[in-house]
């Protein structure tokens, strides 16, 4: 039986009709078409899924579709608006990206972390990426990628204030 339901995907009203035991994950990727979302592990220990509804991080292979109605959903194509984001940026220039499968949830669990903490420690990074696996990359240049945005960020409001 399929159910309409009504969100917000990357900033744009949206309305689909899913299967009632479809996941969040298979909807993105396969109706949706939005391919930065990955399916790794499909038990949710590898955060490779991972976007944020209603700003919080989710594994998506875990998530019912049919729950995010009225919600608002941010899925890794949704974090740029026509240039990088910084995190995008830092993630770059700190060698943050190897192959690029963890990359998207990695981004997304930091996004909602400075989004609610804007200058967080490192260990309070560490726990926020502690659902992501990175096989490639490891995890010490994605912390100093995340202390990068802290520090541009604090630059800034150092210099208006």
């Known amino acids: 039986m399929k159910t ?10 949206r309305e689909h009709f899913v299967d009632e035991n479809e996941l ?16 790794g592990c499909g038990i949710g220990e590898c955060g490779a899924c991972t976007v ?3 700003g919080q991080p989710v594994n998506s ?26 995190l995008q940026d830092a993630f770059i220039k700190e060698g943050a990206v190897q192959c690029g499968y963890c990359t ?7 996004k909602a972390l400075l989004d609610e903490n ?6 309070e990074i560490k726990i ?6 990175c096989r490639c990359t490891g995890y010490s240049s ?6 990068r945005v802290i520090n541009i960020n604090r630059n800034r409001t150092e210099s208006i204030g």
């Open 4 to 13: 309409k339901i009504s969100f917000v995907l990357n900033g744009v009203q």
């Open 24 to 39: 969040l994950v298979d909807f993105i990727r396969d109706k949706l078409h939005l391919k930065g979302t990955k399916m």
């Open 52 to 54: 944020l509804i209603d």
């Open 61 to 86: 292979c875990l998530v019912l579709a049919i729950t995010i109605d009225g919600k608002k959903v941010l899925t890794i194509e949704g974090l740029s608006r026509g240039k990088l984001h910084p």
């Open 104 to 110: 998207p949830g990695m981004l997304l669990s930091v």
């Open 118 to 123: 804007s200058y967080p420690n490192a260990e």
């Open 128 to 133: 926020a990426i502690s659902g992501n696996i």
């Open 142 to 147: 994605i912390i100093r990628a995340v202390q």
